[in-house]
């Protein structure tokens, strides 16, 4: 199986339709009027489509078991077709598109079978994905707003070429995969005054996002959120809570991050810990959908 575990739960849906073709009107007279010797083929597909949704992982070998949270079978008749449609909703690390499709499969299934008797012309087409919604696909693309983005990383070891980067590199490798390329990146000491000096510079450049890696523990050395914190005029404390929790689940020492994040005038800064793993999940967090601070910023009244 796929692993999933660096993804975030979020609210994800699905829609999937199967269509199940008779060949004569009685037939469709005697779904209609539930007349099907077998029984209301409604019905029991629609028990059938449940027990499938909830099931897919035991059948597709490489889908994961996952909380299904809603889920509804309806049903259309067009001409001498009826139209199975399967909503799916989970808030869960992955998708529910194979859980709506099996359903309407199986439902499609079920019809077949409890009609056959009195049609022997009946056929299951067009199983397909109608709708989905939810996860990465789903958030906006940002690369065409052509966002100013800076990397900074605070090591004095790095500074001193004593230790080679790998946090810095990593969150400008990620942000060039969101689509986001005008990246300038340096490398300073953990100092308060240079920590701050290089802030402004980039805030006074009209720079969009500066993400600082490094200072963000609780050495004496660690000065990072205190230089950036008395900078910011709007604090939005959910986006380093957020990077916490999702390292807390992997990391119990993620808590102890100092991280902070907000606005100063019109550049978000966010404060990341050091290390590769600590920035590649502070950004798996994150991103893209961090990046809607800016949108709202653009439609707020002036």
């Known amino acids: 199986m796929v692993d999933i575990t660096h993804k975030s739960f979020t609210l994800r849906k699905a829609i999937a339709t199967a269509t199940v073709l008779t060949s004569s009107v009685e037939t469709i007279e005697a779904i209609e009027q539930r007349k099907v010797p077998k029984g209301d083929i409604f019905e029991f597909s629609r028990a059938a489509a449940l027990f499938a949704i909830k099931k897919t992982s035991d059948v597709i070998p490489d889908c994961h078991p996952l909380p299904v949270e809603f889920a509804s079978i309806t049903y259309k008749i067009e001409n001498l077709s009826v139209i199975i449609s399967v909503e799916v909703h989970t808030i869960y690390k992955t998708g529910v598109e194979v859980e709506a499709m099996h359903g309407a499969s199986v439902a499609a299934l079920v019809m077949y079978d409890m009609l056959k008797p009195i049609d022997k012309n009946v056929e299951i087409q067009n199983i397909r994905l109608q709708e989905k919604h939810g996860g990465k696909s789903s958030h906006k693309k940002y690369s065409e707003k052509g966002l100013k983005c800076a990397v900074v990383v605070c090591s004095d070891s790095v500074y001193r070429s004593e230790k080679e980067d790998s946090s810095g590199k990593a969150i400008v490798s990620i942000l060039e995969k969101?689509?986001?390329?005008?990246?300038?990146?340096?490398?300073?000491?953990?100092?308060?005054?240079?920590?701050?000096?290089?802030?402004?510079?980039?805030?006074?450049?009209?720079?969009?996002?500066?993400?600082?890696?490094?200072?963000?523990?609780?050495?004496?050395?660690?000065?990072?959120?205190?230089?950036?914190?008395?900078?910011?005029?709007?604090?939005?404390?959910?986006?380093?809570?957020?990077?916490?929790?999702?390292?807390?689940?992997?990391?119990?020492?993620?808590?102890l991050s100092r991280g902070v994040a907000g606005f100063s005038e019109n550049t978000l800064v966010l404060t990341f810990p050091g290390s590769k793993k600590g920035v590649?999940?502070?950004?798996?967090?994150?991103?893209?959908?961090?990046?809607?601070?800016?949108e709202v910023r653009e439609n707020r009244p002036h």
């Open 178 to 255: 969101h689509g986001l390329n005008t990246v300038d990146y340096q490398i300073i000491p953990d100092d308060f005054d240079t920590i701050q000096s290089t802030f402004k510079n980039y805030r006074d450049q009209d720079t969009d996002l500066v993400i600082f890696t490094g200072g963000t523990g609780l050495s004496h050395r660690d000065v990072t959120p205190d230089a950036i914190l008395p900078l910011i005029d709007q604090e939005i404390p959910g986006i380093m809570e957020t990077a916490r929790n999702y390292g807390q689940q992997r990391m119990k020492t993620a808590m």
């Open 280 to 294: 590649e999940e502070s950004m798996e967090a994150l991103f893209p959908q961090v990046l809607h601070v800016f």
